[in-house]
């Protein structure tokens, strides 16, 4: 078993940061493929980025690339995502997911979200 703890989250203005962090326990992340998504009220949960075992690439939705930055490290068990210029858009419930091979739904593992809120 994983369990994944978000944290990072809170209210930030438009153009503003934010760096979100999942902290792993229970097994190490060092073979897992670790992501991240969001979900706004009333719409589906969204893709937006993904980071192989070994950090060596990663990739992101279409909607955040540019401004978010994902990347890991294995020896503290810690993903995180840096996310710039940020947008009212943004305004989510981000979630921490890892899978043994991929970021792709069905994904292993979630954890419980942490609130973001992109105020124009």
């Known amino acids: 078993q994983v369990q994944l703890v978000e944290s990072g989250g809170g209210l930030v203005q438009a153009g503003g940061s934010l760096r979100l962090s999942c902290a792993a326990s229970?097994?190490?992340?060092?073979?897992?493929?670790m992501g991240w998504f969001r979900q706004a009220p009333g719409k589906e949960r969204e893709f937006v980025a993904g980071?192989?075992?070994?950090?060596?690439?990663?990739y992101y939705g279409d909607s955040v690339k540019g401004r978010f930055t994902i990347s890991r490290d294995n020896a503290k068990n810690t993903v995180y995502l840096q996310m710039n210029s940020l947008k009212p858009e943004d305004t989510a419930v981000y979630y921490c997911?890892?899978?043994?091979?991929?970021?792709?739904?069905?994904?292993?593992?979630w954890g419980q979200g942490t609130q973001v809120t992109v105020s124009s």
């Open positions: 229970g097994r190490t992340l060092g073979r897992y493929a």
């Open positions: 997911a890892a899978d043994p091979i991929a970021v792709v739904e069905p994904v292993d593992y």
């Open positions: 980071i192989t075992w070994s950090g060596g690439s990663t």
